[in-house]
Structure formats: C-alpha cells, structure tokens
C-alpha cells in the first residue's frame, strides 16, 4: 500500500499544471523577472531562494502550462536543440541560453517548457535530469546522450550530434507524411464529391426522369437506387466510418499484435512497402550512429534503435540484433540472420566493424537511405498524379454519365 501512494505521489509531482510569473532580486541587487511552472505560489519561492534571488511577487498566469498558445510539436524541439548547440559552440552561459531560446520563442507553451527546464538547471538539476522531467518532449535517447555529454565533458558536442539526428530524423517523417498525404487527401476528396453528387445532385435528376415517364438505363438506375440508399442511411454510412477509424485508431494504440499485422501488411504493400522499409532501415542506422559516436554501449545502443525504427517488425529484428550480440555475435552477422536488412547494408556494417569505424558507416548507410527515401517520395508523387487523375475521372464522370444516358436516349428518340 505504501508503495502504492509513493508511486502516486511521485506522479503527480511530475505534473506541473501552473505557469508563475515572478520578480525578485538576486545576490547582486539586480531585479529579476521570468517564469516557471510549479504545483503552487509557495513552490516557486522557495525554488527561487535556493536560486539566491529574493522573490517580492509570485502571480499565476492567466493561462497554464498547455492551455494556451499553440501545441508543441517535434520539431519545435528539433529546432530548440540546434539553437542551443549553436549557442553552447558560441560559448554562451547553458542558462542564459535556454533564457534567450526561450524568451525568443513565439509559442507562448514553448517559452513556459523551457523555462521550466531553465529553473531546474538554476536551481541545481543537470540538464538531462531537467530534460526527463518533459517525457512528452523529450525521449530518453535525447536525455541519456545528454546525460552521456555532460558526465564525458562533451556537451557541445553532443548537443550538435543531438540536433542532427533530430533533424535528420523529422526531415524522414515528413517526407513518408508526404508520400502519405496525397492520395490520402484525394480518395477524401473524392468520397467527399460522390456524397455530395448522390444526395443532392442525382435526386433532381432522378425527379425529372420520374415525369419522363420511360424506363432508365441499367447504369442510371443503379446510381438512383444508390442515391436513394445513401440519403436513407447516410448517418449508418458515416456511424461505420467514424467507428472504423476510432477502432483502428485503439487496436493500433493498444494491441501489438494488430500494430505487427498491419506492419508486416505495409511492408508487403506496392509502391508504399520499399518506401516504408527503407525509412526504417534509414532510422535505425542514423539513431545507431548516434548513439555510437556518444559512446554508448552497444546493447542500450541497439534498445535505442529499436524504439525509433518505427515499425514493429525492424523492431522486432532489432531487439533480436540486441540478444544475439549480448551472446557474442558480431552486429553484420546478427543483422544477417535476421533477414530485414539489405545485403548493402550488412556488408557496409562489417566493413565498419573491421576498420573500427562502425559510427561513420552508419552515419554513410543512414545518408543512403535517406537519399533514397526523398528520390522514393517524388517518384510516387508523379506516378500517382495520373493515377488520381484516372481515379477522379471515373468516379465523377461515372456519375455524370449515368445521368446523362437517359437524356440521350430520349434525343435517340427523337
């Protein structure tokens, strides 16, 4: 029971709701102003006094810590990391670069993060202890190689490496969004046309082929039925597709093995599958480069790559990669056996094994890849245009054909 509440009570530690404006004066009689997120007025004055700055007012904001402003996304964080290896290179003060990162940002919920972490430091924490504070913003790959650059001197250092592979890795997700977005967005769009032609567009037409009189063509009265359908049990149709994305939504959360069965499904799918396994590839050799050149053990190196290949089964393969080299097994041969990887990227591996530059083949195979991944994306952009183009033809034309037949067939008529 009591282990119970100490877990409780340490989570709701974690959870600071409440963003405090303060002013107060430090050793040197120099008046302070700034934030800082707490669970009370009371908390942040005493965080400040073991800063040595006297407070004289603690206000709570108006809007707290995620209510206001705009969300923080990942490469807001990617692009705070640069700012701060490019300051740390300059040779500015960690502190007063996370003020000036911070107080320069215009997302009002990234300004208040970083000076959270920023009142941390002050007040004593290392800088990877203030970063695991934020688990929603920064991952413990981030923390443990920063953790990695402060015990071995190398912060700058690392703080650059960290900045590129962030980078590096949001460039990859955007560009598979790319790749995804497109025909997305067109089969919406042509779901979104056919509904709006068979609710309100076919019903006139179908009023006046009824005071024609004479019977429809096959086609036209399969559409008019459809339309009839559609308008009758249009909330069944749109109940179906709203539960369909909530459940895919939840199984794909919550069960790993629906996550393995749509991954594999991926893998194996035209086009979209060589795309998908080349950015995975791409992610576990930039994440292992990293990791590599930070010094940190093979093993937990491996764990790392695992959970940023993006997809269960390289993770799958990656986990095993781990278990075989804790036996002994050079990683070219455990990458081998596991049957995911490209013959390519085994052999660069071991080359990098042998000449004890494994980091930089890596580094060299995440490059490929990532190359390879962006000549992918635009070369599916413009097969698939004329595939859209096709696809929307049929689908609209489709419909304004069949309501044209009977009017042709009445001109025949004639």
Known sequence: MATAVQKRGSKQKKVRTKTFQYTGVNKQGQRIK????????ASVKVALRKQGINPQKVQAELFSFGNGGKPIKPVDIAIFLRQMATMMKAGVPLVQAFDIVGKGHENSNM???LMNIKGDIESGSPIADALRKQPKYFDELVCDLIHAGEQSGTLEQMLDRIATYKEKSEALKSKIKKAMMYPTAVVIVAIAVTAILLIYVVPMFADLFKGAGSDLPAFTQLVVDLSDNVQAYWYVYLGVIIAAVITFSQLNEKSAKFRSLKDRFLLKF????????KAAVARYARTLSTTFAAGVPLVDALQSAAGASGNTVHKEAIL?????????MQINMAMQSTGVFPNMVNQMVAIGEESGAVDSMLSKVADIYEGEVDDAVDGISSLIEPFVIVFLGVVVGGLVVAMYLPIFQMGNAF
Request: hydrophobic share 40%.
């Open 111 to 113: 300004q208040d993060l």
């Open 320 to 328: 095993k990669i781990r278990d075989d080299v804790t036996t002994g």
């Open 270 to 277: 035209p086009i979209f599958g060589p795309l998908i396994a």
């Open 34 to 41: 700034g934030k800082m997120i707490s669970d009370d007025a």
